[in-house]
């Protein structure tokens, strides 16, 4: 198979409370094990397509096949969405309050308190499924974004931007510990961000 669904970085539990170890456990085996399968069967009678980076099929749609594109928007995003979104997060990890990436979020937002604020309205303001999306824009600003399904704004029809921190507001992702709540949720994922993985991001 050409690809394969990352191990998780830590335990199931290790986000508790913020995130339960069982919501942790489906969302990682079932549903991103789910979009690496299916992926897998979209590619698999295209060897030269199955040898490219989940990230450079996702960048450029519009160059696949047609009978694969959808299969591969939905899936190839949802794969690399999870993979990136694992990495991020971690509990114990201190907000900057100093260097590049604070800066540059002092620069576009006025604080770091407002990016979290504008970064919580953007995830509630997205209708049905979806992720929200700290990126860098073609100026080399911050920017907040929201993208619907699994779609991730290194996607050619956002603009191939770049995202730092992506936060998934699917139901699945929250629903077992605070039902309705994503609010509730996207208040407490700044528990658990990696501020580490996205400064590393930034930089990069
Ligand atoms: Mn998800």
Redesign the pocket.
Known sequence: MAYELPPLPYPYEALEPYIDAQTMQI?HGK??GGYVTNLNNAVKDYPELAAKSPEELIRDLSALPEGIRTAVRNNGG?HVN?AM?WQQLKVGVPEPTSGALYDAIVAAFGSMEAMKDAFEKAGLARFGSGWVWLVVNKDGKLEIMSTPNQDNPMMAEYGGLKPILGV?V?E??YYLKYQNRRADYLKAIWNVVNWDDVAHRFST
């Open positions: 969302h549903h991103h949802g999870h979104f998934d699917w699945h992702a």
